[in-house]
């Protein structure tokens, strides 16, 4: 099993940034590495969505409404991996997931708030 532990939300005021934090443990991992990690965000009464991904190799991909003001990072040694958040706007504000692959599974961290406030 894979243990997500998600850090780093909050209330921050528009314009403002944030930075989240997502760790991956288990005994797994000493045997298997994690593929692509991501981040997933959910707003009251809208389904969750992709924010942003990573693969192992770095590559990434950006929702359309992200890119230009948030980044994402991978440490595959700590397999960790970071959202940087700058330029925030109300409508980012929403509960965000942590999501790593591995093996074809999907895990998924208890997730973190983001409020935004205007």
């Known amino acids: 099993q894979v243990q997500l532990v998600e850090s780093g ?12 934090s997502c760790a991956a443990s288990g005994s797994i991992l000493s045997t298997f590495g994690i593929n692509t990690m991501g981040w997933y965000r ?17 590559i990434t991909n ?14 595959n040694a700590k397999n960790t991996v970071y959202l940087q958040m700058n330029s925030l706007k109300p409508e980012d504000t929403a509960v965000y997931y942590c999501n790593a692959g591995l093996r074809g599974y999907p895990y998924w961290g208890q997730g973190t708030q983001v409020t935004v406030s205007s």
């Not at 009464?45 to 192992?56: G, H, M």
């Not at 950006?62 to 440490?75: N, P």
Request: charged fraction near 25%; hydrophobic fraction near 35%; aromatic fraction near 4%.
């Open 62 to 75: 950006y929702a359309d409404s992200v890119k230009g003001r948030f980044t994402i990072s991978r440490d």
């Open 9 to 20: 939300g909050g209330l921050v005021q528009a314009g403002g940034s944030l930075r989240l």
């Open 42 to 58: 959910q707003a009251p009464d809208k389904q969750r969505e992709l924010v942003a991904s990573i693969t192992k190799g770095g």
